[in-house]
């Protein structure tokens, strides 16, 4: 069965941090771009940070820059977003995308809780 799966979310203090990991079964992630993106109550979702499949190269939103950082594991099968200086505004569900473009290929995590409040 393909599934992507997020964790590692949860409450934390303004200022502390989190490690999200989004792992793969079904499929391998190494073939595919990997995209982190959350979503705050009553706001869309916004993309946070992407890993590509071919060099590992990153990209992040202006809003995180410096403060989160994406990776690979591919021998796990996983992908992790380090969050550390984490803010209130960073509060959302966070999701994973698994990104092919051919052969053709698109899946989602069922997301994880982010809080960050004191």
């Known amino acids: 069965q393909v599934q992507l799966e997020e964790s590692g979310g949860g409450l934390v203090q303004p200022g502390g941090s989190l490690r999200l990991s989004c792992a793969a079964s079904g499929f391998p992630l190494d073939y595919y771009a990997i995209g982190w993106f959350r979503q705050a109550p009553g706001k869309k979702r916004e993309g946070v940070s992407c890993i590509s499949s071919r060099d590992s190269s990153t990209n992040y939103a202006d809003s995180v820059k410096g403060r989160f950082t994406i990776s690979r594991d591919n021998a796990k099968n996983t992908v992790y977003l380090q969050m550390n200086s984490l803010k209130p505004e960073d509060t959302a569900v966070y999701y994973c995308?698994?990104?092919?473009?051919?052969?053709?290929?698109?899946?989602w995590g069922q997301g994880t809780q982010v809080t960050v409040s004191s």
């Open positions: 995308n698994a990104h092919r473009i051919w052969p053709s290929g698109d899946y």
